[in-house]
């Protein structure tokens, strides 16, 4: 607490950076990331073993819940090629695609809160967006019947995307017409969401029967899906990659996406460069919403076909930490996308095969954001040189006003 | 110059002033058309003034013909208005005050028309309601007026709240829970205040992380540990009620303000302490300075990191004790995720009160009174759906934010790490 405190940052000057070119800056970019998880991963084997189980054993079965087993692999195939016989085959990687369906929706919601990082806007609300599109896509897929499916899936999901989009829009008006702060008003909007779905799922959308959930959609709405079942994943995640894709073309390839990152970097260099701002800040919340809409759509219909209470609980706080941990590009998006997916859908397993609740993925999590935001710790744990100031964590900018 | 900002102040001045006489004539109407027309007439309005079970003097209940209190409203609201077209009041805050009592009570006269309605009750349960929510807002008051941005109030609460009932019930002493739940609330606001202050880490995204851990530690160790041993973990006694004597035996006031337990009393005390503490004392100036201009503060002889430091923790402390509020508080065992949002809409009271402690457990008192009209209108059975009503607290929000009732200025270095030079 003394004066002291705060050491001035140290900054390596440009000509002595001993790695140059892409591949050093590839590797420099991954580096923090890779040791923040690792080191989040340690944490967790610390808690792990503090309520007295076997870290291995723990993470053993997380690893066989996400990517399954090599034993079944191998049984896997000898039936298939001794017999023909795929069942066998679809039971050794139904973890895989189990880890991918539950990758899909965060990359979307992911991108949603990295594309507001890009421009300086904290999307906080993926929670009511995610919520609205999945409602708005539901409400397509059961409603309309007699559509062919090449018009009525189209159709639902731009129904999920304009759902978000539109509850991403308002925060992003208010702030950019009246100054109001995207934080508390996506927040806002994340508690109208509930409410409103509350009433939905237990009036005009109910389903007949006394359960709060929406009638299940038309199979011509439904994401078609690549196995049999039990085994659920969907167009959903090829959807996921190329609309990560197009985010990297929008914002990397495009005037608009140039305009959008030079607000983020600075808005008032950008004002004094003739860009418009505000317009910037409400085009960024409503594309930043739609993507968010886009995850409920996905989950609604490639994975469950309805929406019941309480679906998009927890998107909110992962899809930021998601992006954090990708630091807001959208490949490192699909990477941390993918990792938590993995996690997540591992996690299952280890709860019930080692005992340990899934809710230490929540605390690993967690951890990784911490590390992620400030890697001057991981850089002192670590003893790593600085990186220039510019490959930073994200800033946010007070309450605005 | 001088005239033309004062010329460009009345233009201004005169334009609100219309719309509000405007705003406030449809108000009227409004409640005459949908309240008004919809109450039939003849029929009466019980107001319940007695709580069953408190000290209070017996008193006779208020009742009221329901079609002439609702068009006496509607009058009320007109009136103002057209007072506002042709003379104009410039407090803003007068005609929020208008809107809303005239709202409440017509809303509560229609749908309690021929019915019975326990005022007392409701307010006493505003009150308590308010109490997680105040806290939260106090605890995002004191660090922000420092200008450390605090977001991670849910997260803090969750695990006092844990930490309160498990220490309780473990020691067999609630009071005691309540001292950890606040000792450790501090503790995980200090980790807060490092990581910003020391390591300047976006305090927004630390306040996420606290969050995220927070939830995930609550869950893992309740389903782990909790679960399996309710009697031995998770069962403390809670507060027992405290009147005080006399003044809890005048009626209304007495059971709404005078009979609760000790968060509830602590979190007023806070409130008027905070208030003298931030407006009255050197603290309270050393602090509003670093919040302003730090720089400024620094030059001075302020040790800024320091009142950061302790404004951050003392803030945590608070939130501690909304935390204790959920389970020691009020039932007695954790629940996971029981905090349910109150963090986050205590950060839109705090706002909303303009980062004031008065005006934050003003803005409380209206999300607590929402929350416990909720519970009621569902007894009386109302047209409206419940679920609406309950998003008005929001919407009220986002309008204050918007500007239309009085602007809320953050503290000027809100949420901006310090450097020193």
């Given at each position: 607490m003394s004066d002291q405190a705060i050491q001035p940052v140290e900054v390596t000057p440009p000509g002595e950076d001993p790695k140059k070119g892409t591949r050093g800056k590839i590797w420099q970019a991954l580096l923090v990331p890779a040791l923040a998880v690792l080191t989040g991963l340690l944490i967790g084997a610390i808690a792990i073993l503090a309520v007295g189980e076997n870290p291995l054993e723990a993470y053993g079965a997380l690893f066989a819940g996400s990517f399954g087993t090599p034993d079944r692999f191998i049984e896997g195939f000898q039936t298939y090629f001794a017999s023909g016989d795929t069942s066998k085959l679809l039971r050794a990687i139904y973890p895989i695609t189990e880890s991918?369906?539950?990758?899909?929706?965060?990359?979307?919601?992911?991108?949603?809160?990295?594309?507001?990082?890009?421009?300086?806007?904290?999307?906080?609300g993926a929670e009511g967006q995610v919520l609205m599109g999945a409602l708005c896509s539901a409400y397509i897929g059961y409603s309309i019947t007699g559509l062919p499916a090449f018009v009525h899936l189209p159709l639902a999901i731009l129904a999920g995307a304009a759902g978000g989009a539109v509850w991403g829009m308002i925060p992003g008006y208010l702030k950019a017409r009246f100054g109001a702060h995207e934080v508390v008003n996506t927040i806002m909007m994340n508690w109208i969401a509930f409410k409103l779905s509350d009433w939905l799922l237990k009036g005009p959308m109910q389903a007949s029967g006394s359960r709060p959930v929406t009638p299940n959609v038309e199979a011509t709405a439904e994401l078609p899906r690549f196995f049999p079942d039990p085994l659920r994943l969907n167009w959903g995640f090829v959807l996921a990659l190329a609309v990560a894709w197009l985010v990297y073309w929008f914002l990397f390839k495009t005037t608009l996406g140039f305009e959008i990152r030079s607000v983020g970097a600075s808005p008032d260099a950008a004002k004094y460069a003739g860009m418009n701002v505000t317009r910037n800040f409400v085009l960024v919340m409503a594309i930043a919403g739609g993507l968010a809409g886009l995850a409920g759509t996905a989950q609604v219909l490639g994975v469950d076909h309805w929406v019941g209470q309480g679906f998009s609980s927890g998107y909110g706080f992962d899809s930021i930490a998601l992006a954090l941990l990708g630091k807001s590009h959208p490949f490192g998006v699909v990477l941390s996308a993918l990792l938590f997916g993995f996690l997540r859908s591992g996690a299952t397993r280890m709860q019930s095969m080692a005992g340990i609740p899934i809710d230490i993925i929540s605390i690993i999590q967690g951890l990784i954001v911490i590390f992620i935001a400030?890697?001057?710790?991981?850089?002192?744990?670590?003893?790593?040189?600085?990186?220039?100031?510019?490959?930073?964590?994200?800033r946010t900018r007070g309450w605005g006003g | 110059m001088n005239t033309a900002t004062h010329e460009i102040e009345t233009i201004a001045f005169r334009r609100t002033r219309s719309t509000y006489g405007l705003v406030l004539l449809g108000f009227g109407l409004f409640i005459f058309l949908v309240f008004g027309l919809n109450t039939p007439a003849g029929v009466f309005t019980t107001f319940g003034t007695n709580l069953a079970g408190s000290q209070a003097i017996t008193i006779s209940d208020l009742v009221v013909p329901s079609q002439a209190t609702i068009f006496a409203m509607a009058a009320i609201a007109a009136f103002f208005g057209a007072f506002q077209l042709a003379r104009g009041i410039r407090s803003t805050g007068w005609l929020a005050g208008v809107i809303a009592i005239t709202f409440i009570v017509s809303f509560l006269t229609w749908a309690a028309a021929d019915k019975s309605f326990n005022l007392t009750g409701m307010l006493s349960s505003s009150l308590v309601r308010a109490t997680p929510i105040a806290l939260a807002a106090l605890c995002g008051v004191i660090s922000e007026r420092s200008a450390v941005i605090n977001i991670g109030i849910e997260g803090i609460m969750l695990l006092s709240a844990q930490?309160?009932?498990?220490?309780?019930?473990?020691?067999?002493?609630?009071?005691?829970?309540?001292?950890?739940?606040?000792?450790?609330g501090g503790l995980v606001a200090a980790f807060h205040a490092w990581l910003v202050i020391r390591f300047k880490v976006d305090q927004v995204v630390s306040g996420v992380a606290i969050n995220i851990v927070g939830a995930g530690v609550t869950a893992f160790i309740s389903s782990r540990f909790l679960a399996a041993n309710i009697n031995g973990l998770n069962n403390a006694a809670v507060f027992p009620t405290i009147s005080i004597p006399l003044l809890s035996q005048i009626p209304i006031l007495g059971p709404v303000l005078f009979e609760n337990n000790i968060i509830v009393f602590l979190t007023i005390l806070l409130v008027l302490a905070l208030h003298i503490l931030l407006f009255y004392t050197p603290w309270g100036l050393r602090t509003r300075a670093v919040g302003e201009h730090p720089k400024a503060a620094d030059t001075l002889g302020v040790n800024v990191f320091f009142v950061r430091y302790v404004n951050v923790i003392l803030g945590g402390m608070i939130a501690g004790l909304g935390g204790a509020y959920f389970t020691i508080g009020s039932v007695g065992r954790f629940d996971e995720m029981m905090t349910a949002g109150k963090g986050f809409i205590g950060l839109a009271a705090m706002i909303f009160g303009k980062w004031n402690p008065l005006g934050a457990y003003t803005s409380s008192m209206i999300f607590g009174f929402a929350d416990s009209l909720q519970v009621k209108l569902q007894i009386?059975?109302?047209?409206?759906?419940?679920?609406?009503?309950?998003?008005?607290?929001?919407?009220?929000?986002?309008?204050?934010?918007?500007?239309?009732?009085?602007?809320a200025i953050p503290p000027a270095a809100d949420g901006q790490p310090y450097e020193k030079q």
């Open positions: 991918l369906v539950a990758t899909t929706p965060y990359i979307f919601a992911a991108l949603s809160v990295a594309l507001g990082f890009r421009c300086g806007l904290f999307n906080i400030a890697p001057a710790i991981i850089r002192w744990i670590y003893r790593i040189r600085a990186i220039p100031v510019s490959d930073e964590a994200m | 930490v309160a009932v498990v220490t309780a019930t473990v020691i067999g002493n609630s009071y005691l829970g309540l001292v950890c739940a606040i000792l450790f009386l059975r109302t047209p409206i759906p419940s679920e609406f009503l309950l998003m008005a607290p929001y919407l009220i929000t986002m309008l204050v934010l918007t500007g239309v009732i009085g602007r």
